[in-house]
């Protein structure tokens, strides 16, 4: 058989917490790939699949309750929708809970498309004695019905019998219906009548096109026809003072009734009957005394699989590497080559790599770990014990586990915000997650404690510094938050999924992406940033490498006058360029400046202990390393938000160290 | 006229008929478009460990988290909560809708002619132990604070449509 040439597009929308997910990872399986919707830090999926003699392209749209948006993501779906109108709709609904997710069904129905609706879960609804009549469904919403579970495969086949179906006979489809109040339904009828009239170029019905006018603010944005838009503009705003509510909120009501009787037949009168296990679970996990040990005690086994598994890991490829690394340079041709291309090769290229490859572990245990507290329902019961404290900042329990996880690596935490609800709080929370002290810092103090304190006080000296962080995460928050970096905070309105248990399928598919993800986006901004600095740190040729001479070494005396009020010397702020690779290889940068052999002696001949903590403030908050940066900027696709937080860590680091020395030398300490 | 009251000063275990969503727009068009609307059947599950956030459960099976200060305005017309609480008023009748409890629990209360389905009055409210009047039997009980809260009762269909 041979494929059309076009492929088709399949849009497969649904609400939240339907197994959307699920059923796209099904359907497309490992043929994937991920970007982000133009503009905004909203994960864009999409995949592929044959269906016959048709290729088809599968949309995973972000989860959105309804196409008049609140949230960024439903503002991607509303756009989506009236911009670029797929060529058919996949929805999903849980078969537990039809009234939940019927509201959109409903919605999308209106709009003409031909339409597939999945009953998810249907083994687990079965479970729990309420299978719904997927053929009063069908008959009410007017396309095919398929009850199916995406996480045992039941049903996918007929799926896509019925969706080869509709792409045969789009014709067989019709639209479902809503009442409303006859106020409402005459201003869609007549609106309705003059989209017709003029003649707008548009697949969508057009009774629907006349509900999305109503229910935006500015009409104006979404079509060419100016007078049509100013008639909805007057229309909305004469409906909203007769009906005394907001469209949106009018027709949403119209929605769900509709929605709650069809719930009611399709389920032929019976309850919906609550979660047992669920039940059960919660009382545990959020009881009033025992919930806050047990999200402690599951984040520490979290830290622990993350960083305890990730670490040796890293530490063995790290091995692996230098092992390479030195065979290489004492290899016949490499030894053939002069000294500047040896070092670029080895110390820039090589290096750059094992940068890279370092992060490997740490991202696919983070995901693997983040997808198993997702997918099992426990993050929102995370998110609702934590609510308390994070709000001050406006942020959710959620943002809580992303900043905690910081404190082991800042790239694998920053590439996790993704799973936040809101673009606010993905935007706060990728910007503050460079605060956090992680491992790679804590070396750096580890070794600095160690020869600048007696091993009674280094001690003190790491633990001040995990305090300091602390608060300089609370204080930044505030201040973001005042400046409405991130936009304003969304409210706090989350749904609390059943339990579930997470597929190993899920899972891997997940952690695989993720790692994809990372090599064919962050990789290459990784390797430009650790070429750029070995460029700094050894040009020009003749230089000793990191000496005065080099380009490191100037820039490092140019800032001389900004460095010298935090008691930080020319050849410290050269090291600092090379943090920017990772943290860990300022003590490299040291011992390559200060002459290698006996680090310490030289280091405590040279500056003050007092000197020596400004150094680590600073060190603790400035530029997050090349591979945080290069997170953020694949994360938000944002350049404001990426200088933002370049800039913000330079600011606070340069102030927070200066009230630090500058107090220290007035008290009398050097 | 029933009493109406914001849903953030629900105490856990009270159900209650959702009469406005507030004024705030976007959380207004938040809960409308996941199908809380006016006339939705609510009922708090419990506050968090740390207060200000409430998970609520709201028509049947869907359950929320919602931070109390967002749905201050949120307003509601009280229909069933525990024995012990500000909204029991003095010598109206309640009917007892269920017992939270295990089996002991209901055995013992069983004992002293308490069950689902039958009509009870406080006379006087915050006493410990508090007295409870039996209403159909004529009887007076007297239950422990423990006991009380686990009594779910719910305002009798002639006084809400007093």
């Not at chain 1, 359907?27 to 044959?50: I, R, Y």
């Not at chain 1, 019905?145 to 067989?172: D, F, N």
């Not at chain 1, 059960?280 to 520490?300: E, K, S, T, V, Y």
Request: charge should be neutral; proline fraction near 5%; include cysteine.
């Amino acid at each position: 058989m041979t494929l059309t040439p076009e492929p088709l597009t399949v849009a497969l929308g649904a609400i939240p917490n339907s197994g959307k997910t699920t059923l796209f990872n099904r359907l497309t399986g490992a043929d994937q790939s991920t970007g982000n919707w133009p503009g905004v830090s909203v994960e864009k999926k999409s995949g592929a699949f044959v269906l016959g003699e048709y290729t088809i392209t599968l949309i995973d749209l972000p989860g959105a309750y309804a196409l008049s948006p609140v949230t960024q993501e439903e503002q991607v779906v509303r756009d989506y929708f009236l911009q670029s109108p797929p060529d058919i709709v996949l929805n999903v609904v849980d078969a537990r809970n039809l009234y939940r997710g019927l509201g959109l069904t409903l919605q999308l129905g209106l709009s003409g498309l031909p339409m597939v609706v999945c009953v998810n879960m249907i083994d687990e609804a079965r479970r729990q004695g309420m299978v719904p009549d997927i053929k009063v469904l069908s008959q009410h919403l007017g396309v095919p019905v398929i009850g199916l579970s995406a996480r045992t495969g039941e049903g996918i086949p007929e799926l896509q019998e019925a969706l080869y179906e509709v792409i045969k006979h789009p014709e067989k489809t019709r639209l479902p219906h809503i009442s409303c109040p006859p106020l409402l339904e005459k201003a869609f009828v007549d609106l309705a009548g003059k989209i017709s009239r003029a003649e707008i170029d548009t697949r969508l019905d057009h009774t629907f096109l006349a509900m999305r006018l109503l229910e935006e603010d500015s009409p104006h944005q979404w079509l060419q026809n100016n007078q049509v838009a100013a008639i909805a503009q007057q229309l909305r705003r004469h409906l909203e003072q007769t009906l005394k509510t907001s469209i949106p909120v009018a027709c949403a009501d119209c929605r769900f009734n509709a929605a709650r009787g069809l719930a009611l037949e399709a389920m032929h009168g019976q309850p919906v009957l609550e979660d047992r296990l669920s039940k059960a679970l919660d009382r545990i996990l959020l009881h009033r005394w025992f919930g806050l040990p047990i999200f402690f005690l599951l984040m520490l086994l979290l830290f622990q699989g993350v960083y305890g598994l990730g670490g040796p890991l890293q530490e063995l490829l790290a091995f692996a590497f230098d092992q390479v690394g030195s065979w290489l340079a004492g290899s016949q041709p490499m030894t053939a080559l002069p000294a500047w291309l040896q070092s670029f090769l080895l110390e820039g290229l090589w290096q750059g790599m094992a940068v890279v490859t370092s992060f490997f572990p740490l991202i696919a245990l983070f995901f693997i770990f983040m997808s198993l507290i997702e997918d099992s329902g426990y993050m929102a019961r995370a998110a609702f014990l934590m609510d308390r404290l994070m709000h001050h900042l406006g942020l959710d329990g959620k943002a809580f586990i992303s900043i905690l996880l910081g404190y082991g690596c800042n790239v694998p935490a920053v590439m996790g915000t993704r799973i936040l609800t809101s673009n606010y709080s993905r935007v706060m929370t990728m910007l503050l997650i460079p605060f956090t002290l992680c491992t790679a810092r804590l070396q750096i103090f580890v070794f600095l404690a160690a020869i600048f304190f007696s091993a009674a006080v280094a001690p003190w000296i790491i633990f001040l510094l995990y305090v300091f962080s602390f608060f300089a995460i609370i204080i930044m928050g505030l201040v973001l938050k005042l400046f409405h970096i991130g936009g304003r905070p969304e409210p706090f309105i989350m749904e609390m999924p059943p339990y579930r248990l997470p597929t190993v399928r899920s899972v891997g598919l997940r952690t695989w992406h993720e790692l994809k993800d990372f090599l064919s986006r962050a990789a290459t901004f990784i390797m430009a940033g650790v070429l750029l600095v070995w460029f700094l740190i050894h040009m020009p040729i003749d230089a000793q490498p990191a000496s005065a001479a080099t380009w490191a070494g100037q820039l490092g005396q140019a800032l001389a006058p900004v460095f010298k009020p935090l008691g930080i010397g020319w050849q410290e702020t050269v090291t600092l360029i090379f943090g920017f690779i990772a943290k860990e290889i300022v003590l490299g940068g040291l011992a390559v400046i200060y002459g290698g052999a006996n680090l310490a002696a030289h280091m405590t001949g040279h500056i003050s202990a007092l000197q020596a903590i400004s150094f680590m403030l600073f060190c603790l908050l400035y530029t997050p390393c090349v591979a945080t940066i290069a997170a953020i900027w694949t994360e938000s696709r944002s350049i404001k938000i990426t200088a933002i937080s370049l800039g913000s860590g330079l600011v606070f680091a340069w102030i927070t160290s200066f009230i630090f020395y500058q107090t220290g030398l007035l008290f009398g300490f050097s | 006229m029933p009493q109406q009251m914001p849903v953030s000063a629900l105490q856990a275990q009270c159900e209650c008929i959702i009469r406005s969503l507030g004024s705030d727009e976007k959380t207004v068009q938040r809960l409308a478009q996941m199908g809380i609307l006016p006339g939705s059947h609510l009922r708090v599950i419990r506050v968090a460990p740390l207060g200000g956030t409430i998970e609520v459960m709201v028509g049947q099976g869907q359950s929320f988290a919602l931070r109390q200060e967002e749905v201050a305005a949120m307003t509601c017309e009280p229909v069933a909560m525990p024995l012990v609480s500000e909204l029991i008023i003095a010598g109206q009748n309640y009917r007892i809708r269920t017992l939270l409890g295990g089996g002991t629990f209901r055995r013992r209360m069983e004992k002293q002619g308490v069950k689902e389905g039958i009509l009870v009055q406080v006379n006087k409210s915050g006493k410990k132990p508090l007295p409870v009047h039996l209403v159909d039997s004529g009887e007076d009980v007297e239950l422990g604070e423990g006991e009380a809260k686990k009594l779910i009762v719910e305002v009798t269909a002639g006084d809400l449509d007093s």
